[in-house]
């Protein structure tokens, strides 16, 4: 196997396929909506900023990339019916769904346990946990009936090295890497659909900003340049790839 983070897609790599990202108004989410819908595909871009999701359906189409659907939902405020109809709103309009990128996710609070906030706990594992799930259970049956389907969830460096003060945030990227893991064994008879985790690293995003206020960002890398792992996962050539948890930067 090549490696992913050197992987360069075959010009329309992506062609012909359906793929959501959420959280795509901003960060690794819009840097991989634009490198999706360059790639061929016709992106779904979720966010909740539909000022933000313009602004990339502007710059795609303005690319000459494949007209982008819109769908806003704030996950802090969602409950199963939004996230049932959000699939049925894929369902109506393209009838398939190739490729699901579970990419937003919030920050919560860096604090000793004894000092978390509590509602600002649960919202994060709702936003980076519960959203994920909902959604992948709500499109199973799109990804399913896709004849080659990915879906991606997002780790974190924390879930290699545990540590102090990480809080929820921490603690959902552990379960999202077990959930990964779970459902990548349960769709193992399914060669069509993988399941897969990243881990982007260090990226240059208001999320990191948010985890490290006094970093030098110029020594940050893009979003744009982290890509190449994401973009192998979604495309043909990871078909019988599952179950993987992958680093998008060495080290
Ligand atoms: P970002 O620029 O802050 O983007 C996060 C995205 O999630 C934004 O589009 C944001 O929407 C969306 N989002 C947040 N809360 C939401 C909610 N309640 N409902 C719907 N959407 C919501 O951060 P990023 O760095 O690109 O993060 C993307 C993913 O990479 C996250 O899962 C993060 O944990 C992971 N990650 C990032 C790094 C890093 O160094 N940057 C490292 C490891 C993992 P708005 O634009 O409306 O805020």
Known sequence: MTD??????????????????????????????LASAAAGATVILH??????????????????????SLLPL???KAGPAEYEALAAAITKEFGRLDGLVHNAGMLGDRAPIEHHDIPKWMRTLHVNLNAP??????????????????????SSGVVRHPSAYWGAYLVSKCATEGL??????????????????????????????QAYPGEDRST???????LP?????????????????FDCQPG
């Open 74 to 76: 704030d996950f802090e």
């Open 180 to 209: 990964m893991q779970m459902l990548a064994d349960e769709v193992e008879s399914l060669p069509q659909l993988r399941v897969n985790s990243v881990n982007p690293g260090k990226v240059r995003t208001n999320m990191r900003l």
């Open 4 to 33: 992913p983070r050197t992987y360069v897609p075959a010009p329309q790599a992506l062609a012909g396929r359906v793929i959501l990202i959420t959280g795509a108004g901003d960060g690794i989410g819009k840097a991989l909506a």
């Open 220 to 226: 940050l890398p893009e979003a744009s340049s982290i």
């Open 47 to 68: 966010g909740r900023s539909v000022r933000k999701l313009e602004k990339v359906y502007d710059e795609i189409v303005a690319a000459g990339g494949a007209r982008p």
């Open 229 to 245: 792992t994401y973009l192998y996962l979604l495309g043909p050539d990871s078909r019988g790839v599952t179950g993987r948890s």
């Open 133 to 154: 799930f909902l959604l992948t259970r709500y499109c199973f049956p799109l990804l399913k009936a896709s004849p080659d389907a990915s879906l991606i969830f997002t």
